[in-house]
């Protein structure tokens, strides 16, 4: 299940079962859109992205949706594996700016 | 391709020492960003730096913290008088088009005050 608490939140899955991860972006303007995965110890390592002209984008067992309307994204991963388990931040980005704004971060703990 | 390098990984300063972090980028890659991540929090953005100017730095601290790319060699994030709340992981990342497009990070380097 999903928590959230004084620390980052966590989604606990267990293996094989696909997992939902949900970004609220706060810039209207934002036209660009990152998910990416950071290990312990590690840097973030991009995983996909999707531009505002685009409501679904997919790749090797993971998949982003963009809803604009409520600024809202997620990241769904299919068939989640143990090698899964790491810290996911969406960031914001786009034509108009030469940063990203990232997320708070949401933990994914897969069990077998 | 190395990808970008960060050193040193693990950094320990003393209260009122000097910090310097360094950021090699991609090869072929002339833009530079540095972002700073407190422990169970997000990265936020410092500087963004092309080889001898500074583009944008409005996530930069206004004293204490500077940052350079010269012509050749690394960037350097340098923090002077180190406190105890510049603990943190600094991360690097470079591009070849100056977007946020396509952003490449290095490992980082972890500052611990104490």
């Known amino acids: 299940g999903e928590s959230v608490g004084l620390h980052l939140p966590t989604l606990s899955v267990q293996e094989g079962d696909n997992s939902i991860i949900n970004c609220a972006y706060s810039n209207s303007a934002s036209d660009y859109f990152i998910w990416y995965k950071q290990e312990s110890g590690k840097g973030p390592q991009f995983i996909i992205d999707i531009r505002s002209n685009m409501d679904k984008r997919q790749g090797q067992r993971v998949t982003v949706l963009l809803n604009k309307t409520v600024k809202h994204l997620s990241l769904q991963i299919a068939a989640t594996q143990p090698g899964d388990s790491a810290v996911y931040f969406c960031?914001?980005?786009?034509?108009?700016?030469?940063?990203?704004?990232f997320g708070t971060g949401t933990r994914l703990q897969v069990f077998p | 391709n190395a990808g970008v390098m960060q050193n040193p990984r693990h950094l320990v300063r003393r209260r009122g020492q000097e910090a310097r972090l360094r950021c090699s980028p991609m090869?072929?890659?002339?833009?530079v960003y540095w972002y700073r991540q407190l422990p169970e929090e997000g990265l936020k953005f410092m500087v963004y730096l092309q080889k001898e100017n500074i583009i944008d730095e409005s996530g930069m601290p206004k004293e204490r913290f500077s940052a350079e790319f010269p012509k050749e060699g690394p960037s350097i994030l340098r923090i002077q008088q180190v406190v105890r709340g510049d603990s943190a992981a600094y991360f690097c990342?470079?591009?070849?088009?100056?977007?946020?497009?396509?952003?490449?990070f290095g490992s980082g380097t972890r500052l611990t005050v104490v």
């Open positions: 960031a914001e980005g786009g034509a108009n700016t030469d940063k990203l704004i």
């Open positions: 090869k072929g890659h002339s833009h």
């Open positions: 990342a470079s591009s070849g088009t100056g977007k946020n497009y396509g952003y490449t």
